[in-house]
């Protein structure tokens, strides 16, 4: 069906940056909405941000303006740029796309193993 590869996390200094990539492989037909979610120690996990197959963006009010979401179709790959990180941005990113295998197959969500960012003040 559907893998997700993950890469990118670590360490880094407050105010520093860094950029997440999660590469969808396997048998599919069509990709709609990829993103991004993280969760933090000891609190559910939330969306940071998404992007449509046609390029619309969303993200959460915590991130606007310091992260960027951006896809490439051709190699199924979606990217979180992350800027201006604060200790708050802690926690387990996740790589989510919206997928077919089969054009007979409704689509549905695929979940990548988790990348750690961790933010130190």
Do not use: H
């Amino acid at each position: 069906q559907v893998r997700l590869v993950e890469s990118g996390g670590g360490l880094v200094q407050a105010g520093g940056s860094l950029r997440l990539s999660c590469a969808a492989s396997g048998s599919i037909f069509s990709i709609n909405t990829m993103g991004w979610y993280r969760q933090a120690p000891g609190k559910q996990r939330e969306l940071v941000a998404i992007i449509s197959s046609g390029g619309s963006t969303n993200y959460a009010d915590s991130v606007k303006g310091r992260f960027t979401i951006s896809r490439d179709n051709a190699e199924n790959t979606v990217y979180l740029q992350m800027n201006s990180l604060q200790p708050e941005d802690t926690g387990v990113y996740y790589c989510n796309v919206n997928a077919k295998y089969n054009p007979l197959i409704r689509a549905r969500d695929y979940w990548g193993q988790g990348t750690q960012v961790t933010v130190s003040s």
